[in-house]
T-cell receptor, first 109, second 113 residues
Framework: KNEVEQSPQNLTAQEGEFITINCSYSVGISALHWLQQHPGGGIVSLFM???GKKKHGRLIATINIQEKHSSLHITASHPRDSAVYICAVASNTGNQFYFGTGTSLTVIP | EPEVTQTPSHQVTQMGQEVILRCVPI?????FYWYRQILGQKVEFLVSFYNNEISEKSEIFDDQFSVERPDGSNFTLKIRSTKLEDSAMYFC???WGTGRGYTFGSGTRLTVV
């Protein structure tokens, strides 16, 4: 049973394209995180959301609590955006985190 | 920018041996976490730690595992009697509030042979 589902699993885009990655979850949450995992394995936290929308540079994250759904958008994608993007949720019943399987993004010059 | 530091970056150990993975969280953070990612699989939560005790742990975190904050700066994960299936990347993370200011370390790749 997957508490967090992401789509697509793999995504290839041309440089400059607008990219959307989706995340749906089935548990009650206190917050949702979008993470970026580089090819070397390191993980960087991009956003933490509990409602609404956040923007950082070319990245935009939205969450709809009622629909249990979040999206990560990348505008004007660039080859350096190539990474695995992971959705993770913090349950509202404790300090437990559930992770999606990740979306592997490749941006071609 | 403050970082979560993990050492070593790669550890190879014989099956049955004990290993200690070390993490230095960000200094004003109060919550500490360990995660595991087996090659090709998703990241899995192991344990969270707050106020010098475990606040949450997953089914994976059985008696083989233990965590400690021995000196107020380090946060360690001990794996006793390692098995081949313990081979994974282990990530430490810390935050100043529940899920707030969340920062991951760059991971320790554990290889059990």
């Amino acid at each position: 049973k997957n508490e967090v589902e992401q789509s697509p699993q793999n995504l290839t885009a041309q440089e400059g394209e607008f990219i959307t990655i989706n995340c749906s979850y089935s548990v009650g949450i206190s917050a949702l995180h979008w993470l970026q995992q580089h090819p070397g394995g390191g993980i960087v936290s991009l956003f933490m959301l509990s409602s609404g929308k956040k923007k950082h540079g070319r990245l935009i994250a939205t969450i709809n609590i009622q629909e249990k759904h979040s999206s990560l958008h990348i505008t004007a994608s660039h080859p350096r955006d190539s990474a695995v993007y992971i959705c993770a949720v913090a349950s509202n019943t404790g300090n437990q985190f559930y992770f999606g399987t990740g979306t592997s993004l490749t941006v071609i010059p | 920018e403050p970082e979560v530091t993990q050492t070593p970056s790669h550890q190879v150990t014989q099956m049955g041996q004990e290993v200690i993975l070390r993490c230095v969280p960000i200094s004003n953070h109060l919550y500490f976490y360990w995660y595991r990612q087996i090659l090709g699989q998703k990241v899995e939560f192991l344990v969270s730690f707050y106020n010098n005790e475990i606040s949450e742990k997953s089914e994976i975190f059985d008696d083989q595992f233990s965590v400690e904050r021995p000196d107020g700066s380090n946060f360690t994960l001990k794996i006793r009697s390692t098995k081949l299936e313990d081979s994974a990347m282990y990530f430490c993370a810390s935050s100043w509030g529940t899920g707030r200011g969340y920062t991951f370390g760059s991971g320790t790749r554990l290889t059990v042979v």
